[in-house]
């Protein structure tokens, strides 16, 4: 799917595939690492953030580099797929396209 803060095409999270990726939030893992280790920040930081990218890479089989980038490749996130050029909108409220500026589709509109 494509993802327009990145702009490739790259394998997105389900719900259920992000609860295994990041079970708690990324703070609340860097806080519980640092417990466990007393490693210190910038360590804590690595360490849970290569946790996370070798998670995404077993799920999706797609090598990310950047462990924040995991955050928004998650399917809630996005809209329909536009009706024009059939990226999906950026959020599911979008009213338009941010690809190619075409409105979004009457049929599938957000309530």
């Known amino acids: 799917m494509y993802c ?3 702009k490739i095409d790259l394998p997105i ?3 259920e595939e992000y609860q295994l990726v ?3 939030s990324f703070m609340a893992q860097i806080r519980e ?4 280790t007393g490693a210190d920040l910038r360590q804590a ?3 849970v953030g290569e946790q996370a990218l070798a998670t995404y890479e077993r799920i999706t089989g797609f090598k ?3 462990p924040l980038a995991l955050y928004h490749h998650r399917l809630s996130l996005y809209g329909p797929p536009c009706s024009e050029c059939g990226k999906p909108l950026r959020t599911p ?3 338009y396209c941010a690809a190619c500026s075409a409105p979004r589709a009457r049929s599938d509109a957000a309530h």
Do not use: I
């Not at 690492?33 to 466990?36: D, L, Q, S």
């Open 22 to 24: 990041f079970p708690t």
């Open 4 to 6: 327009w803060r990145c």
């Open 33 to 36: 690492y640092r417990e466990k």
């Open 45 to 47: 930081q690595a360490d």
């Open 93 to 95: 409220a979008a009213n």
């Open 13 to 15: 999270l389900t719900e």
């Open 64 to 66: 990310e580099t950047n």
